[in-house]
Each structure stands twice: as C-alpha cells, then as structure tokens.
C-alpha cells in the first residue's frame, strides 16, 4: 500500500551538481527512449518507517506474519542483528562481506524451507504485513510507460510480486500488464504446494551484477531487434552502497545514482559516504517524485509534481528545461 504524504519526510540533497547536470543533459540529448530503472525493493521502493514505526522488509513480512513459528521468528531476529550491521558497513573487506552475506543468505532461506510454508501462505503475509511503498510509486510506475524497470532484490520474490499484485489491484490494473516491468528475486520451488528449495544462485546484496547479466543476456536471446533491458542510460536506485554494485557486469553511457538514507538518527555517520557515491541522496523515507521528474524532463514533459520536491531540486531541475 502507499503510505499518506508527508511534507517533513521529503528531503532531497544532492552532491557535485556539476556532474550531475552533465549526466541529465547528455540523457536529455539521447532521449527518453535510452532510460531504464535498475531498482532494489525493500527500502528503496518501500518506506523504512511508518508512523515512528519500522515498516516490513520482504524477510519481516514472514516474521510478522503469525503463520510461521515463534523458533523461526527468533533466528530470523538474531541473523538480522549479527549481519545486518555488516550488510550497511560500507568499509568492510569486500570479500569478507561476500562471503558473510552468503552465509545470511543460506541461513534465512534454509529456515524458511524448514518452515514449509505454501505459495498461498506467501501471499497471504504479503497481503496483511506492513509493506508501504514510498508516496509516488503508483505514479511512477504509470508514467514512466515504456521505460523499462527491473526489480533486483535479495528478498523474497513471491512476496515481492505479491506486494505489487496488491498495489496494482489499488490502481485498477494488475502485475502482468505492467509492460517492460521485470522482477529478478528469490524465487521458491515448489512439492505438494510446500517450498522445498530457492531457486539457486540466491541474490543477495553483494551478487546483484551477475543476475542483471543474466537476466539481460536472456532478454537479448529473446529478442534481437528490441532490447528492451539493454539500454544505455541507467536510473540505478538503492538503499545501500552496495546497490550500486548491480551494474558491474553491464555497459552504459550515463547512470544516475539515487541513494535511499532512511534513518540518519541511526545512520548519520553514512551520510558522508552516500554523499562520495551517489547523485541524489532521499532522506527520511521521501517520496519518489524526484525519479518521477527527472523521466518527464528527458520525456521533455512538463514536471506534474514540482510542489513535492524541495525547492532548490524543483528550481535545478526547471532550469534544464530552457537548453
């Protein structure tokens, strides 16, 4: 669902606005055309907090749920709190993290097929767990058109999908219409209506690059003449530095990187280091009109939410407008 606007939540701050304006001219040149969104899911497209409170991530909608065990939800609590500091330390041995966030990865998904639990219960946590898509999101997806968007998310796909079936069902159209609208998650495999396995290799956040490969090199395979998933400017968008690592593996002529920091009470000592790797900086759970406008500018469409971006974002993004 999407959570009510909230004028005090929505920050934007963006760094090196020279390299930045750079990046937009040339994508303005090329056209709306050579865009595409590389997404995270859970706190990227989703909010951190609602209400003061932590909204669900893919993995806190089972946890949350009621339909797994009390033994479930308490390892599921200590795997986040032992490497869920790692996953947001951005000065960590790489290889080190790899390896550490393979090991979150097999635990969480070993428990949850030791749970069994059927696609249809998948659903059902997706349906009544505190998922809040950031304000925008029912916008975004029905003006970027044929902008082509993969999700690429370290959680649980059915839960995913399952969260924007609910969404798209708000706005009166549905998942499988969304065109040039990918998902590329944890996927089950299902005996007997129980999850008995996940779709291997898992994604998680550090392996994200060799999944968009993949998934590209079978677009191309599938098409020749349109790749839809191979376009040369790139709207990469993440909640941590990680993230931005999805890209590694592909070639592109321009990327704009839009950084989610949710909770600077907690995280302030990483708004340095945001600064150093992304172009725009979303704060305290902001909506996502700034992704929004920038599509309308290289569409050279007139901006349909200006009043909902600060007003030094709102005023530099008009001012490309006049070339």
Do not use: K, P, Y
């Given at each position: 669902m999407e959570a009510e606007f909230n004028t005090e939540e929505e920050i934007v701050f963006k760094h090196n606005q020279a390299e930045l304006e750079e990046k937009i001219r040339n994508i303005i040149k090329d056209g709306i055309d050579t865009v595409q969104i590389l997404a995270d899911f859970d706190m990227t497209l989703t909010r951190d907090r609602v209400g003061g409170e932590k909204a669900?991530?893919?993995?806190?909608?089972?946890t949350h749920s009621g339909l797994l065990s009390d033994e479930y939800v308490e390892k599921n609590k200590k795997n986040y709190e032992k490497y869920r500091p790692i996953e947001k330390d951005p000065h960590l041995d790489l290889q080190e993290k790899e390896a550490l966030m393979e090991e979150w990865w097999e635990k969480?998904?070993?428990d949850i097929i030791n749970e069994g639990p059927s696609h249809e219960d998948f659903m059902k946590m997706a349906s009544s767990c505190k998922i809040y898509f950031r304000n925008g999101i029912s916008?975004?997806?029905?003006i970027r058109k044929d902008v082509p968007m993969l999700v690429v998310s370290a959680g649980i796909g059915e839960i995913i999908k399952a969260s924007f079936e609910v969404l798209t069902n708000d706005i009166d159209t549905n998942l499988s219409s969304l065109k040039n609208f990918s998902i590329?998650?944890?996927l089950g495999v299902y005996e007997d209506s129980k999850i008995v396995a996940f779709n291997q290799p898992l994604v998680n956040v550090m392996n994200k690059s060799s999944h968009v490969k993949k998934f590209i090199d079978a677009q191309k395979e599938l098409d020749e003449e349109n790749h839809h998933h191979l376009r040369g400017n790139i709207i990469v968008m993440g909640d941590v530095i990680e993230d931005l690592r999805m890209i590694d593996e592909i070639s592109y002529d321009n990327i704009i990187k839009?950084?989610?920091?949710?909770?600077?009470?907690v995280d302030s000592h990483l708004e340095e280091v945001y600064e150093k790797h992304f172009d725009i900086i979303i704060q305290h759970d902001g909506n996502l009109y700034p992704i929004i406008s920038l599509l309308q500018l290289f569409a050279g469409e007139k901006m349909s939410?200006?009043?909902k971006l600060p007003d030094d974002f709102?005023?530099?993004?008009?001012?490309l407008y006049d070339d």
């Open positions: 669900s991530s893919c993995f806190g909608a089972l969480e998904c070993d916008e975004l997806l029905e590329v998650s944890n839009v950084g989610f920091l949710n909770n600077l009470e939410h200006g009043d709102r005023e530099f993004l008009e001012s």
